[in-house]
C-alpha cells in the first residue's frame, strides 16, 4: 500500500488575509474557493488549504505559535531575500540557523494568524562543518 500526504488543512480566522499572505509572499496559485470559509492553495506537491475555524472558537484570543505543527516550505534558493521581505512587511522571523552536519539553513516565521512556518534552503556546503 502506498499512501501520501496530498492536503494540510489550517483552520483559521480570516480566510481571505491568510490567502493573500500566502499568495503574497509565497506565490501559492488557488485552485478551489469558497470565499471567506475556504481556500486550497497549491504548495508544491502538498496542498494547503486554509479553512474558517468553527462560530464557537472566532472570538477566543489568538495564541501566536502556540499550536503544534510547523509549516516547512523548502527552496533551492533566494531565503535571505525572502525573510528580508517579511521582516519589510512586518512578518516576525527568526534569525537564520545552520546546524553542524545539516544540510540546510532555516528560519522561522509566524504568518497573521501565529501559525509558525520555516523557511528551508538546501546549505550544502553545512555538510562537512
Known sequence: ???A???????????TALKSFYQT????????EIEGEWVVLKAGPVELALH???RPYRDRPLAPG???AKLVFSMPSGMAALREQLLRAGVQ???????DGFAYTMC????????VFQ?????PDNLGA
Open 1 to 3: 500500500m502506498s499512501i
Open 52 to 54: 474558517l475555524v468553527g
Open 25 to 32: 509572499f509565497f506565490g501559492f496559485d488557488v485552485l478551489e
Open 108 to 115: 522561522d516565521g509566524q504568518d497573521p494568524e501565529g501559525n
Open 93 to 99: 522571523m527568526s534569525a537564520p540557523k545552520r546546524y
Open 5 to 15: 500526504m496530498t492536503r494540510l488543512i489550517l483552520y483559521v480566522r480570516d480566510v
Open 66 to 68: 502556540s499550536g503544534n
Open 119 to 123: 523557511l528551508s534552503q538546501s546549505d
